[in-house]
């Protein structure tokens, strides 16, 4: 399964691996790391307003997450990925791209 490594700046929020797709999103368990208690509070406030479908407060949330300038490696090969959306609940997480 392809890992990806979850980044804020130089340092390593979490590690993703690919357990499957459903286009358009990209599904992973997530294992964070302690930069993650960082963002955490962000990313359960968004998931949080997703879920409530509070969508236009969902989005300053996210934009708040992606001002951070987040990026997500892949572990093998490829360049960073730093457009992306991203959910994290638990020890799951789900992006697209």
């Not at 590690?15 to 509070?41: C, I, K, M, N, Q």
């Not at 949330?61 to 994290?88: E, N, Y």
């Amino acid at each position: 399964m392809p890992v990806y490594r979850f980044y804020h700046g130089e340092e390593i929020v979490g590690e993703l691996t690919h357990t499957h797709d459903d286009w358009p999103w990209h599904f992973a368990t997530f294992a964070p790391e302690p930069a993650f208690e960082g963002v955490r509070s962000l990313f359960d406030r968004e998931l949080e307003l997703l879920n409530a479908d509070r969508m236009d407060e969902w989005e300053l949330a996210w934009d708040a997450i992606a001002a951070l300038g987040l990026r997500l490696v892949p572990g093998s090969a490829g360049g960073a990925i730093d457009d992306f959306i991203l959910h994290v609940e638990g020890t799951q997480a789900w992006w697209r791209c």
